[in-house]
């Protein structure tokens, strides 16, 4: 009866999200493949000139250039643990990368026996365009402790407007409870230095039972990050479970819940695992997607002008639903979702705003591509 | 048959270096106590404006200005574990503490279930003189795994040329045979940059079984370290057990051997505890004192004309002789060994050369003392 209940709030609440929305009738989109077969691409960088950085998550990063053509595997990069959800997953150029061509990457980093941990490397992408390599290679941090897990390795990069990075992470699927305890890295969002060192204004950073490099707590698994491009804050996607999933502002020192707070519920069984809240001391996301699970991923806020009525919306690509998602925004409330790219039929890993003011996606996928939506 | 023969070599050895050491007949040193009534101090730092920073073990850091007036206890200083050799012990200023006035320290933090491990922290002096306190404080690294025990704690911190920061580690006695594994930062030297972070150059920053930070390997318990005022070495003093006190030259991606080559052996009964090398792989050190230990502490090279003959020497503090020990140094070899301070009858835990080029030395014991030696 309780489910049923659940079930009919739910459907309610859908239908009114969907009268708020925009109109959908005619989508405006016209997708462009800029490149193609690529192995289950992750995520996407634009270099200074244009081309792109792509991670696939076998633990290739490459380049594409402007007319589409996929380099090469960079040379330099370090083994990474593809296993199921995990492998290479998230690329960022240094805030200052136009100075020192530092590139920034996280990826599932093998552990003893079995298991593996989202870490971040950082290298330098040294020669001529074309024949890039990278040098000075080195891992700057680890999620603690590493699992035998194939599930739940988030995870995105993001730098704040002080030049620190936030990485957003997983819960490993097996040690959801971990996501409560400031110990470890597990369910977490961090914020570290360039060289991954702790900066000044850590929330828990002289706890003595708390790693200091955590930002916020209670993350199932975040697979999207934008900051947003007025007030400098950290959105994120997260994911829940059957249903539940989630959109964030991820502020300092804040519990996102899980999985004591949450709306998803258990697979198969559809039995509850936390209180749905609200509840004093944990936050509500701005959005969550009941009962059906959208499986969001990156995320983008549209600055450009390319496309009328769209400034201020925030894109949110999805691997279940096989759309692309906006959200139109007051502030943090979300005034309405549009779903487009409906008939496209793929997964979208990640949503990015080129230089050139067109949006990109990138496809899942053994032929996994790189598509510009012009219009 | 083959401790008596252990035992006369060393005997030789030591008669050998007693030969090879200047005259020490008459003293040249007038200590002249500068502060006293400290409990258990540990470290000293110069501050710019001749004032001292000190550490008291139990937790408490201080400042003693030029007339040598003991300051009350610093406001902002993080709980420490103090149990047997561990509490609060090393400080060091920034490089560039004149522009932003950071400190920074180690100590041992306190962990769940009557665990603690090595930590260092950093924080910014603010306030006027003689009413300063420690603002913006974080730990920005943490000897994992924290350790059950009351035992080789290290510590010390030292600046290497490029601004990092290179930390001393012990291996908490009951775990020697982690000295030997990159996963932990037991038994080991890091080298990280002032926020915490992993700089460029580590040895072992790719490897996804090591710890990023780890400079060195095989130490047992690192209680003294000075920067070579020529070379930019890092030079290190290194408790045995019996015997087996060594000075090293701390090389980027060394083995120090313990516990796998040493010179010392199980208390009491005597009994080995490795090899005593050289073994390919391994280090030797530059000094060692065998059979009978020194316990050597704080080191600080002489580049002061305030001692007629002793510029370029290595002074080295040590608890259990006693005494403060001078070696006489032909680049990396040990001519010589002179023994200091005989009278004094008390343990020397640090030694610095002040900015006034007197060398100062801090004494262990609940009444414990900064002399200054004069001459």
């Known amino acids: 009866m309780k489910l049923l209940v659940h079930a009919l709030i739910s459907a309610i609440?859908?239908?009114?999200?969907?009268?708020?929305?925009?109109?959908?009738?005619?989508?405006?989109?016209?997708?462009?493949t800029v490149a193609r077969g690529l192995v289950n691409p992750w995520a996407l960088a634009f270099l200074p000139d244009g081309r792109?950085?792509?991670?696939?998550?076998?633990?290739?990063?490459?380049i594409v250039d402007a007319q589409g053509r996929v380099g090469p595997a960079l040379?330099?990069?370090?083994?990474?643990a593809h296993v199921g959800q995990c492998g290479l997953l998230d690329v960022a150029l240094d805030p200052k990368f136009a100075d020192n061509r530092v590139v920034y990457w996280t990826f599932a980093e093998p552990g003893e026996r079995g298991?593996?941990?989202?870490?971040?490397?950082?290298?330098r992408l040294e020669g001529a365009a074309g024949q890039e390599r990278l040098a000075d290679v080195r891992v700057i941090f680890r999620q603690?402790?590493?699992?035998?897990?194939?599930?739940?390795?988030?995870?995105?990069?993001?730098?704040?407007?002080?030049g620190h990075l936030w990485v957003g992470l997983g819960d490993r699927s097996s040690h959801k409870d971990a996501a409560q305890d400031l110990g470890n890295h597990i369910g977490k969002v961090v914020r570290i230095t360039g060289d991954g060192?702790?900066?000044?204004?850590?929330?828990?950073?002289?706890?003595?039972?708390?790693?200091?490099?955590?930002?916020?707590?209670g993350h199932r698994n975040i697979q999207g990050m934008a900051v947003h491009p007025e007030t400098g804050e950290l959105w994120a996607s997260e994911h829940g479970p059957q249903g539940g999933d989630e959109i964030n502002v991820v502020e300092r020192g804040r519990n996102y819940g899980w999985p004591l707070v949450t709306y998803g519920r258990n697979y198969g069984s559809g039995t509850v695992i936390g209180e749905e809240g609200p509840k004093p001391g944990f936050?509500?996301?701005?959005k969550h997607w009941v009962p059906v699970s959208v499986a969001p991923s990156g995320l983008a806020f549209v600055t450009s002008d390319r496309y009328p009525g769209w400034k201020g919306s925030l894109l949110v690509g999805t691997l279940r639903a096989q759309t692309l998602v906006r959200l139109t925004l007051d502030g943090r409330r979300v005034t309405g979702e549009q779903r487009l790219l409906t008939e496209l039929g793929q997964r979208i890993r990640d949503v990015r705003q080129g230089p050139d003011g067109w949006i990109y996606i990138v496809t899942d996928g053994a032929e996994g591509q790189i598509i510009r939506l012009e219009r």
Do not use: Y
């Not at 609440?13 to 462009?32: Q, R, Y």
């Not at 792109?52 to 490459?62: A, H, Q, Y």
């Not at 040379?75 to 990474?80: F, I, K, R, Y």
């Not at 936050?283 to 701005?286: D, G, K, S």
């Open 115 to 123: 298991t593996n941990g989202t870490a971040v490397a950082r290298g």
């Open 197 to 217: 060192g702790v900066p000044d204004g850590n929330p828990f950073s002289t706890r003595h039972t708390a790693q200091p490099q955590i930002w916020s707590l």
């Open 52 to 62: 792109m950085l792509v991670t696939e998550k076998p633990g290739r990063l490459r």
């Open 144 to 162: 603690s402790p590493k699992i035998d897990s194939r599930l739940h390795c988030g995870s995105r990069i993001a730098f704040d407007r002080s």
């Open 75 to 80: 040379a330099g990069m370090l083994p990474v």
């Open 13 to 32: 609440a859908s239908a009114l999200v969907v009268l708020a929305a925009p109109a959908t009738a005619a989508e405006p989109l016209k997708p462009v």
């Open 283 to 286: 936050e509500m996301p701005l």
